[in-house]
Every structure is written in C-alpha cells, then in structure tokens.
C-alpha cells in the first residue's frame, strides 16, 4: 500500500532504512526462522534418513514413507489413527459447527438481555487446558462417581448409560464430543462477530418486506456470514489433525482401548518419543510428522482453491 | 410487549440457559466436590459441601505430594516472559512491515503468516535435537523460545491491524521535529498499542499457559515442569484418590477462571474485534 507510506520514510537513505528494518524486524524474523521454520523443514529432512543402533544416519531417500503406508505393522496403525482423525473431525464439523452457529444465531438477536453473561459463560471451557476438560469429564462420565448415570436416571434415561469413554465403540466419539463441548465457543464468537457486522438497513429491508426472525437468520444472515464459517472450518481442520493433549490424558499414549481412540497426534507421539511397546524412532517420527503437515496443507488449499474462491466476499 | 413476543424471548434464553448449564455445571461440579470428604464426593456429588461435609484433605494432599508451587510458577515465569517477548517483537515487526516500504516486505509478511496456520508442533523431532544440541534440554528458556516463535505470526497479524488504524499525522508531525525513528516507535505507537494486549493474549498466551505437548517433549524434571503437565502427572499417578485428584483440577482451574473473570470484556471484545474476519 504506497499511500500508507509517508513521504519522509520513503525519502529516507537506504542505510538508514536497512538499519532500521534489521533493528526492528531482525528479532522477530531470528526466533521465528530459528525455532519455527527451521525445525519444521529440519524434520523434514530427516525423514529421509534412517538411523542404525550405533546411532549413525543414513540417507534412505523415501524408505520411510513406504515403510509407513506399505509394511502392515506401520501401515495399519496410520490408517487407523488416520480414519479416526476423519471420525474426530467429521463430529466436530457436524456437532460443533452447527451449535456454535445457532448460539451465535440467538446471541445476536436484536434487544437480548444478558447478552454479556451468555457470552462469558459459554465461552469459558475454551479458555481451560484441554487436559483438565479430558480429566474432568472422565471423572463425570465414570460409572464409580455415577454423575452422568445418576443425571440420566433423573430424567428416565439411565437404562441408556454405559462406560462410553472405556468402550471401542464409543470412545472416540465421546471424546470427540468432548472437545466439541470445550470448543464450541470458538465457532460462536467468530460467527458471532460476524453477524453483528451485517449492516443494520440490511435488517430492516428484510423486517419491512415482513421477514420474520428464522427467515432472516437463513436467507440473510447466514448466506452473509458463510466466509467466516468456512474459516471455522478450516481452522477446525487444522486443530483436529494436530490434536494430542485430549486424548492423551484421557486415554494416554496407547489411545485405547486397542487403539480405538488413536490420532495422528498421538500415534506421530508414540512413533517420535516411544512407549511401553516400542523405543522412540525420530526418524520414522519425523516422516509421521512429515505426512501429517502434507494432510494439512492439503486441507488448507482446497481452503483456499475452493472454498475462498466460491465463497463470495462481501464488502461491507 | 405482546404475549407472542414475551413467549419467544422466554424461549430464547431457556435454550442460552440450559446451554449455559451445560457449559459451567461441569466445571463447577469438579471445584464443589473438591471442598468436600469422600464419602460426600459419592454420597451426594450434586450437594454443596456444607458444614458436615467440608474438607480441605484433598488440597493438603496436593500440597504435601506434588510441586505444585513450583509448577505455578514456571507456568508464571514461562508465560509471562513469552508474553512479553511476542508483543515486544510482534510489535516492532508489524511497524517496520506496515510503515516502511522496501523490496521483499510481501513475501517476508506471507514468510511470516505461514506460522498462522502451519503448527509449529509437527517441528517437534528438530526442536528436541536443537534444544539438547544447545544444552537447552529441560529448561523454560527452550519453552520461552519456542512459544515465542509460535506466538509471533498472529500477533504481528493483529498488531499490523492496529497500527493501520493509528493516525499517520501522529508519526509525521514528530518526524519533522526530528525524532529518531526509534523513539517514534518507542514514546508514539508503542502506547497506543495497549487496547491489543488483549487480543494478542487471547491468541496467543491461554495456549501458552495451557500447553501440554512442548513441556512433556521438552522437560524432564519436576523443577521445570509447568502446571499443564504437572497437574497431568500428578492426576495419572493419584487416579484413585479422588479428593486430591479434584483438588489438582481446581487448582488448575481456578487461576486461569478467576483471571477470565476479570478480563472477559476485554478478552472477548478482542476476540470479536475486526482483527479475525
């Protein structure tokens, strides 16, 4: 942008101004290019390499990646953890999404007391440590404290409790669900904003042609706010394939029962730093690592080839 | 008020309500019962502790069995001094990025940006290797540096905003009496920067203080463990003794929701400012 440039700066000597970008920038742009970039493209690197027990490298090219999608005790595992990865977001995309629009939806209605209330309360589990919210709905969910059966029994339900979190059926949706229960606030706040950014004659067009609340909401609002939900999605996308803490410290590192709950964190986890069933392989954990920023920049270009493209901007 | 309309809105927040119950009744559920003996804890789980029941054992147990303090005040010093940093940096780069002009400064900004999206976490195997390499191994100088460096892109993102929205006049009336470039940065727009800390620290410092991947990759030792994983170590090694695994949870909880509390207005109207569209 020239006009946002003033004409002293851009009078100013080249030293001078080199000076001045190394002084300012020149922390920034050190510690991220250190500890950011260069891991990521170091580990990279490394995954081309293999390492025997003496503890030297080798360069093997792309035997790791083969080894991780072709040699069954590698492969199994990732699809596994991979398809449940697919299971973990698919909930979050059905469940979280749809949520944090319709509170989003019945926080911005026109006149609504105690809009500050909701909003603080609603969004407070996203603030807490993903760990702390895996533990404590463990303990609600335990069939030894009996909360959720007691609550269950309560409204006539309790023939429907099971030990969710402990079944290979159940588990990964329930802790799907949990995180859905920490996150919804995310979605909410983003559309939320985003609704009350729609211009206020917009409204009032619809109101006067005798539109009422629901119409409005899904033929004006939401149409309006869709850049902002395909956003949520993707950032949903980038959480969910790169989420570890939950099911860790609910399930730890062996994400069971049989690997029920296992996900690309977890599984890039045991692979990288070991196990009580195998040694760590930085290595093998570094093609993990690999294959997992390629899921991820993958999702964020069909983000942004498709969706961004489809999605019209509107300016207001 | 007509009748129709006073039966919507009861409607309405019967539903913001009930969700709203939905959002705390967990939380608080956890921090009531960890006042309470354990025969309470399972006796009557939706009591409040009252004068029979009340109990501070698990608390005790905590205290006298784990760290805790220590773990407090790493989260403290680690947070804190990463939080300083990131706004600092972030701060001077989103200046020199949005006022001065010079080859290469899109590509550095979209250099910068891939940090927004991409997690630094898939860097893990390297950065272990370079913090053992650096002798950094199980220290909070090697979290520092790496939350640093994680923080950086969104709050130059944000920060960028901000100073776009601060008058030009204001920077060239004091380049035409002669101030040092430095200075302008440092006594003009450094302060106005203030309402943005909020913003910064919603993005960026509550996933610091919550991290649990850095701290369990990074250290070892009960002295540089953070509250996140030293609470997660405790809760795996005291899973039957619920009353000092409910003390562990709140208090792990209460620091961080008294805090919000406090801060929620300006924490929320960041996170609904025109920074994230």
Redesign the interface.
Known sequence: MPESVSNITAQMPRAKLAGLLLFFLGPAVAIYTLFSIYPLVATMALSTYTSDPSGARYFVGLANFETLLGDALWSKPFWNAFGNNLIFFAVHMCVQNPIGIALAGLLSLPGLRLKGFYRTVMFLPTMLSVVIVGFSWNLILSPLWGVASGALKAVGLGSLFAPWLGLESSALVTLSLISVWQFVGIPMMLIYAALLNIPEELIDAARVDGLGHFRIFFHIKLPLVLPTISLVSVLTFVANFNAFDLIYSVKGALAGPNFATDILGTFFYRTFFGNQLQLGNPTMGSAVATVMFFIILLGLCLYLFLVQRRVRRYAF | MTAEQRA??LS??L??IA??V???G??L??VMNSFKVRSA??GS??ALPDATTFSLVGYEKVFRSSHILTYYSNSLIVTLVSMA?VL???A??A????????RGSTA?AL??S??I???????????L??MRSAGLNDTLTALV??Y???G??MS?FILSEFI?QIP?DL??AA??DGVP??RI?FEVVAPLLRPAIATVAVFTI?PI?????FP??LTSSDSTHTV?LG??QF??QYITD?NS??AA?SM??LP??LI??IL??QL?AG???GA??
């Open positions: 919507k809105s309405v927040h539903v913001l969700y709203s939905l959002a705390v967990p939380i559920l956890v804890i399972f789980p939706l940093l600092l940096f972030g001077m780069a200046w020199a990025l949005t006022e001065y002009r010079f550095l250099f910068l891939i940090g999206m991409v997690p630094i976490r898939l860097g893990s195997v390297a950065i290797n370079m540096l790496v640093v460096a994680q950086l892109p130059i776009q030009k920077r060239d380049r035409c470039e430095t940065f509550v203080w919550n991290d649990l991947w369990l990759i996140t609470v997660q809760l795996g619920w695994v409910l949870l792990a909880i961080v929701v919000y509390v929620s207005r929320i996170l609904t400012s994230v569209k």
